[in-house]
C-alpha cells in the first residue's frame, strides 16, 4: 500500500550559483501547481531583485519576493 503523503510546499535551498537550476525547474511548473513553493538563498541586502524579475518573466507561475508577515499562497513562488 502507498503511504498518503500530502505536502503543503516545497522549498528549494541553493547556493549562489543555483540561478542556472531555477531557470530550469522554475519554468517547468505548471501553471496550475497548487503548491506553494520557497527558494531559500543568501542575498544581500543591496539586491536588485534580478533573481526574482528574471525568474517570473520565464515562469508560468507567479515568482515574488516574500514580504514579512506575507501569507504563503499556493500557486507562488517566493
Given amino acids: 500500500m502507498k503511504p498518503n503523503l500530502r505536502y503543503k510546499c516545497i522549498v528549494i535551498g ?3 550559483g543555483g ?5 530550469t525547474i522554475i519554468p517547468a511548473l505548471p501553471k496550475k501547481f497548487r503548491l506553494p513553493v ?4 543568501h542575498i544581500s541586502a543591496y539586491s536588485d531583485n534580478y533573481m526574482t524579475r528574471h525568474l517570473d518573466s520565464i515562469s508560468h507561475v507567479k515568482v515574488k519576493e516574500v514580504d514579512e508577515k506575507e501569507k504563503i ?5 517566493y
Avoid at 520557497?38 to 538563498?41: A, H, K, N, R, Y
Avoid at 499562497?73 to 513562488?77: A, D, R
Fill in 38 to 41: 520557497i527558494i531559500v538563498q
Fill in 19 to 23: 540561478m542556472n537550476a531555477l531557470s
Fill in 73 to 77: 499562497c499556493p500557486g507562488v513562488v
Fill in 14 to 16: 541553493v547556493s549562489s
